[in-house]
């Protein structure tokens, strides 16, 4: 469109441009002309419009007469006698109905048929060009749609024109099809390619993402289109607009797609059905084929989209040249390609379906029964790698024995390349097999196998109906182990949904391995339970659970076991506010998982393992010793594995996490649209528990961008969606940022209500969850003006971290500034100061923009209290700085505008400096403190020494040396040392 448009405004100009739209049929060229045509007439152009049609290919100047007998159509006599003026007498041979509007022209002698022509050019190209002068000025515009049908005279005639309007204001505008370029249209391209004279517009099919949007469109759809109908939609269609809207169009005349309370709905789709349309675009290409060809094409549709010549030569039974001529006969028909010596396809897989579609049930029967014998004889010796081939061959002819044993050997071979889709297509046949054949032990490991893969998927019903199906039959037939395993599996799928299902089956489960005399399996249910108990606040019998796993399986020596506990007790460890615990747990899960090629569980693992280092969920806690881009790195590959895999609800995770690490490195565009296409997932599958994950992390990330209606409304959903699902882990997170969010709204009422429900005075201050409740309490302390309280409840909550060595000020720097806060309130400045520095460096350490201008803002806070006005407008000046690099980095002008507005106004504005002010900006803006330290860094002291000698926490003495860093934009302590010699407070220091 980009280029259309250019194409417009340099015609507009007056230079003359020739643009080509390329593309099969129904990609869009008409589409997008019907647009250019729209702003054409806006612009107020003159429009002629021809078209080629494929009876015209021998007809001469067949387009140009239909844009010119359209155009006079619409102008009276008297226009047109001035529109042609001389020019009626050579245009009356192309237009001999001229005669009877015009009874006074008389056409002009004919030449021989070459300077017939070239006059006859002349006056067509005179002809175009007036119209821009008379019978006003304007650009013309001229469409000549569908070229590869156009007849040899005319293509020479765009020739001539192409030369001759490139300085007058005439735009030409054609379409062609590159699959069906007719010799003379070659031609003319190399020509104009040669000459440079055209630009060429390819126009390609949609995209997979962009059939989705435009699904979403037609179907005003609030959330995306489930993956299997998008999948089949597009891998029938491949993208064409035009195929896309047919189908669509079929799938509602029947019913498949229908309008009902309000939305959307559709049946499920065993079969898409071809549209009329196509078909009859296929049958008028098959017209034109010999008998041969097409019992030929009829074969191939049978075998699939794409067919092998060795297997297409034994069924139809010919010899090598003459199977040759017939296939080149499918393809010069454009019907068939050829991939490669060996392998062809039809075109599109429309064509196949069309060609199929004709076939009588019967004839499929037998087809298919004789592409599976001759597969079974020519690939005996490797008959393993065409098991899916055979599956759906035999299944189409009916032979139920065969069905079974290849569907069961493919769906097995499927699951072990992780691909559940193709499990579920299988496995399907082989069900069906089965009960045909009346052999019911086969059934209930075969319907647990779909039922997991459609879990997968994300496919909860299907999963449901099937995994209740597998308990079922294992009851019936009294077989205890597999009724435990379905009571896991069944516990397992209702967690992305309701966890007092979850909750009821792991018990059930649990009670039965009791009485299973089998420690594996006990070992397994106590991790389910163990797991359960996290997830609803209950972190101590979680963590005996797990334990009690951990130690039968090292028992056992059991690797898959081990694997799995260790995952889990990483998953309880962080939960449980331990991250460096969980961070030891994930690391040696991910080995194991890897070791035994369990790419669902590395998955896993990795996306939890970016959970534990310094982002938002993490603010009350000790972070894991890993950098952000350590974190970006393992969520990163914890994606690529759930999309190689197929596991929906596991991309979907990764993608929300992924918003962790970005965000916590300031990257607040990307982690936006990471964690709202894991929303889309989740949301696509229905998978509730990780909808309110990325409703929250949406809601936190919001929260601090100070955007706080959208926080708002992202908080609120996560807690319903926490409520609904049972999840009172999740529930407390959400709460918390909601309590958050009522305090910068001045709500303290509201804030109050909230932590009334959720915040008992005996509530423990362990998992993540409690603690981000009681964090809220302290914040809605302060700003009721109870620093008291809140410097009661901080210190508790610091001294109850895990892994926090006491001598360590402010290393959660979350709960340093608000400690260094409340200690402001209560005018204790030195320690004020002391912790908010400490914060600082922390911050600092961990990277990333976050927090850093919230303590820089907490620090001018401080200073301005005491009247330490430089010191004040330096901390401030820091606090902005940080303020506009996050906002550089938000891509989103409004959300930009709107983060800038809303933190500039919390930060105090420049005042001019007083003497005694700019007399101590003599040395670089640094504090009478930080201009002690900077002497004693030019004695050559370290951190731990220069502590001692003013009698300060060596933390805080890193928060000084940090200060003087960015004040003096210097990145080493030798930097300092000499600027603090050449500013003469070496000598003038006291501490030597």
């Given amino acids: 469109m980009e280029v259309l448009e250019m194409a417009l405004r340099t015609v507009q100009q007056g230079t003359g441009q020739i643009v080509l739209l390329a593309g099969e049929a129904g990609v869009g060229k008409s589409r997008l002309v019907a647009e250019i045509r729209q702003r054409a007439v806006r612009e107020s152009f003159t429009i002629l419009e021809g078209c080629c049609f494929e009876r015209d290919l021998l007809f001469p100047y067949a387009p140009l007469i239909d844009a010119l007998r359209a155009f006079l159509a619409t102008q009276p006599t008297v226009a047109i006698t001035d529109l042609l003026g001389a020019l009626a007498a050579e245009l009356v041979k192309l237009l001999p109905e001229l005669a009877l509007a015009l009874p006074q022209v008389q056409s002009t002698r004919a030449l021989d048929p070459e300077a017939e022509k070239r006059r006859l050019f002349e006056m067509l190209a005179q002809f175009l060009i007036r119209l821009t002068q008379a019978p006003r000025t304007a650009p013309l515009l001229l469409i000549l749609e569908d070229l590869h049908w156009c007849d040899e005279t005319s293509l020479d005639f765009l020739h001539l024109l192409a030369r001759r309007v490139s300085a007058c204001p005439v735009l030409v505008l054609a379409t062609y099809r590159r699959e069906e370029i007719s010799p003379h249209l070659q031609q003319l391209l190399a020509q104009l390619g040669r000459g440079r004279l055209a630009r060429e517009v390819v126009l390609s099919p949609l995209t997979q993402s962009e059939v989705n949007a435009l699904l979403q469109i037609i179907f005003d759809l609030s959330r995306p289109v489930r993956a299997e109908f998008l999948e089949a939609i597009y891998a029938l269609t491949e993208g064409n607009p035009f195929f896309i809207e047919e189908v669509l169009q079929t799938l509602i005349a029947a019913g498949d797609i229908f309008y009902a309370d309000g939305k959307w709905n559709r049946k499920f789709l ?12 296929v049958q008028r290409r098959t017209a034109h084929l010999n008998d041969a060809a097409r019992q030929l094409l009829t074969l191939a549709a049978a075998v699939g989209r794409r067919f092998n010549f060795a297997l297409l030569q034994q069924l139809a039974g010919r010899d090598e040249s003459e199977l040759l001529r017939l296939l080149k006969e499918l393809v010069t028909a454009q019907l068939v390609i050829e991939e490669t010596t060996e392998q062809f396809a039809f075109r599109h897989a429309l064509t196949r379906q069309a060609v199929y579609g004709g076939l009588l049930a019967r004839e499929r029967q037998v087809l298919h029964r004789g592409i599976g014998e001759i597969i079974e004889r020519i690939y005996g010796d490797v008959l393993d790698a065409h098991v899916a081939d055979l599956s759906y061959h035999f299944y189409e002819a009916g032979e139920w024995a065969r069905v079974l044993d290849y569907a069961r050997r493919a769906g097995e071979k499927a699951q072990a390349l992780y691909a559940p889709r193709a499990v579920i297509e299988h496995f399907t046949r082989a069900l069906v097999a089965a009960q ?45 182990a597999a009724e435990w395993q379905a009571l896991v599996d069944l516990g397992k799928l209702w967690a992305s949904r309701n966890y007092a299902q979850t909750g009821a089956y792991f018990q059930s489960a649990l009670d039965l391995a009791r009485t299973l005399d089998n420690p594996t399996t006990l070992a397994h249910s106590l991790n389910r339970m163990g797991n359960w108990c996290i997830n609803v606040e209950q972190p101590l019998e979680a963590t005996r659970c797990h334990q009690e796993a951990l130690a039968i399986f090292q028992t056992l020596n059991d690797q898959r076991g081990l694997a799995q506990t260790f995952d889990l007790l990483a998953v309880t460890s962080m939960l449980g506010g331990d991250l460096i615990q969980s961070a030891a747990y994930n690391k040696h899960a991910a080995a194991l998982f890897q070791g035994l090629d369990d790419r669902q569980g590395l998955a896993s693992c990795l996306a939890f393992l970016a959970m534990g280092g310094a982002n938002y969920s993490t603010d009350t806690v000790i972070p894991a010793a890993m950098s952000g881009v350590e974190c970006q790195q393992c969520v990163e590959q914890a994606v690529r594995i759930a999309r190689e895999i197929g596991w929906r609800a596991g991309e979907a995770f990764a993608l929300i996490l992924s918003g962790y690490s970005l965000w916590a490195q300031g990257q607040y565009g990307r982690a936006l649209a990471s964690i709202e296409r894991g929303l889309e997932i989740a949301q696509e599958i229905e998978h509730r528990q990780w909808m309110g994950l990325a409703h929250r992390n949406l809601g936190a990330l919001y929260l601090d961008l100070l955007a706080l209606p959208a926080a708002r409304q992202h908080l609120e959903q996560a807690l319903r969606l926490a409520n609904e699902i049972g999840s009172l882990y999740h529930a407390r997170i959400a709460t918390g940022f909601l309590v958050s969010v009522a305090i910068l709204e001045h709500k303290y009422a509201q804030a109050e209500v909230l932590l009334d429900g959720a915040l008992r ?13 009681w964090r809220g309490r302290a914040e809605l302390a302060l700003a009721q003006k109870d620093p008291d309280l809140a410097l009661q409840i901080v210190n508790r909550l610091i001294a109850s971290a895990a892994n926090l060595d006491t001598r360590e000020a402010g290393a959660i720097p979350s709960l340093a500034r608000l400690q260094g806060e409340a200690l402001a309130a209560l005018r204790r400045w030195a320690e004020a100061e002391a912790t908010l520095l400490a914060a600082l460096a922390t911050a600092q350490a961990q990277g990333g923009p976050r927090l850093l201008w919230r303590i820089h803002l907490a620090l001018g806070r401080l200073y301005q209290a005491q009247r330490q006005r430089g010191e004040a407008e330096q901390a401030f000046a820091a606090a902005r700085q940080v303020v506009e690099e996050i906002a550089a ?37 640094l504090t009478h403190r930080e201009s002690e330290v900077a002497a004693l860094i030019a004695q050559g002291r370290s951190n731990r020494a220069i502590a001692e000698a003013l009698i300060l926490g060596e933390r805080t003495v890193e928060g000084y040396v940090a200060n003087i860093l960015a004040k003096l934009g210097f990145s080493s302590r030798t930097q300092i040392a000499s600027w603090a010699v050449q500013k003469g407070l070496f000598a003038t220091d006291e501490h030597g």
Wanted: hydrophobic share 40%; net charge negative.
């Fill in 761 to 773: 005075p005996d509530l423990p201050m362990q998992t993540l969850a409690q603690r981000g409740i």
């Fill in 889 to 925: 980095n938000l891509p989103d002008p409004h959300l930009r505008d709107h983060f800038l507005r809303q933190a500039l106004a919390l930060i105090p504005q420049p005042q001019p400096l007083s003497p005694l002010q700019a007399a101590k900006q003599l040395y670089g803006g």
């Fill in 436 to 480: 045909r054949l009346e052999q019911v032990p086969s059934l209930a490991p075969l319907v647990r196998a779909r039922g997991l893969a459609y879990d997968i998927l994300g496919d909860f019903e299907p999963a449901h109906a099937d995994l209740e199906r597998a308990l079922e039959l294992a009851r019936g037939a009294g077989d205890r």
């Fill in 270 to 281: 065993e079969e898409l059905k071809i549209p009329p349309s196509v078909q009859e675009a």
